[in-house]
């Protein structure tokens, strides 16, 4: 690894709530040592509201944040990628582009907080969960010594990651 940061996109499908606060705790929590992205596959053109709200509420910033096209980062100019972690099962399934500089990927399937219906109380339930599941996730990536591990090693640590048990505290 060379002397920038880590960098990781965590892509998803509308790029509203998942991918969005994944980038907002690798960006915190990796403490310079990685630069995350979000993007998504057919962006919903605005981060959701409970998002933003529980990022403000654990004190992450939301300033800049916006929703975006995953083509942002295949084109010239774009941020040189190391990771391609997907959070949603939709778009995993997807054909992803060919990304620049041939990126690691991995998949960490989370479940969709912004499908979530009924009361307001629920659905702020299903942001906590998801937001606490992704946060366990980042952790252990934040925690791998990506500058010692081989790619093979590291491929396969990303990946492990995401079959952690949404319950597991890293």
């Known amino acids: ?62 300033d800049g944040l916006r929703s975006k096209g995953w083509e942002e980062f295949t084109a010239a100019g774009a941020p040189a990628l190391d990771l391609v972690i997907t959070v949603c099962d939709n778009a995993a399934a997807e054909t992803c582009p060919i990304w620049p500089g041939g990126p690691m990927t991995a998949h960490w399937g989370v479940e969709d907080p912004a499908s979530a219906t009924g009361p307001e109380a629920g659905k702020r339930r299903a942001f906590r969960q998801a937001f606490d599941a992704i946060e366990n996730r980042v952790k252990a990536l934040a925690s791998l010594p990506v500058e010692l591990l081989e790619r093979t090693q590291l491929q396969e640590r990303t990946r492990e990651i995401g079959q952690m048990r949404d319950d597991v505290v890293a």
Do not use: Y
């Open 1 to 62: 690894m060379n002397d920038r940061p880590f960098s990781v996109l965590f892509l998803c499908t509308g790029n509203s709530a998942r991918s969005i606060l994944a980038e907002q705790l690798l960006n915190h929590l990796g403490q310079g040592r990685f630069r995350a992205f979000s993007a998504g596959s057919h962006p919903k053109g605005a981060v959701h509201p409970l998002a933003l709200a529980l990022l403000r509420e654990m004190r992450l910033p939301t």
